[in-house]
């Protein structure tokens, strides 16, 4: 048998009302086991490779990388899906960012902190 680890989550009111609806209504048997269902339909449908396939690059071709998936995604962007798009590593694709904001390239949505604009 494979060794279980924790995970934790922060839900909305929404989303926490739904999973137990879901789990009354006999998608699961319990909540926990309804979490790691979807995570498994999840990690199936993105692929795990994809998710720790992350490319070393130097800063400045990761700020060519990102500048160019910025002109090709006009709308707010969060540097979270920018790294797993382009495979680099989330705290290299955040120094981007924060350049890019310093240098007033990108601007900050106003409804979450690290969500920037091309």
């Not at 269902?37 to 490779?49: E, Q």
């Not at 797993?84 to 705290?91: F, H, P, T, V």
């Not at 007033?104 to 690290?114: G, I, Q």
């Amino acid at each position: 048998m494979a060794t279980l680890r924790r995970l934790s989550a922060v839900v909305t009111e929404q989303e926490y009302n739904k999973v137990f609806r879901l789990v009354r209504g006999g998608a699961a048997r319990s909540v926990a086991e309804l979490v790691r269902l979807a995570v498994k339909d999840y990690v199936t449908k993105v692929g795990a490779g994809r998710l720790l396939n992350l490319r070393e690059v130097p800063l400045q071709d990761a700020r060519r990388a990102v500048e160019r998936f910025l002109k090709s995604h006009p709308a707010a962007v969060w540097p979270d899906e920018m790294a797993e798009e382009l495979g680099l590593d989330y705290r290299l694709v955040l120094e981007v960012v924060k350049d890019l904001l310093i240098e007033k390239k990108v601007e900050e949505a106003s409804y979450r902190a690290e969500a920037i604009e091309a």
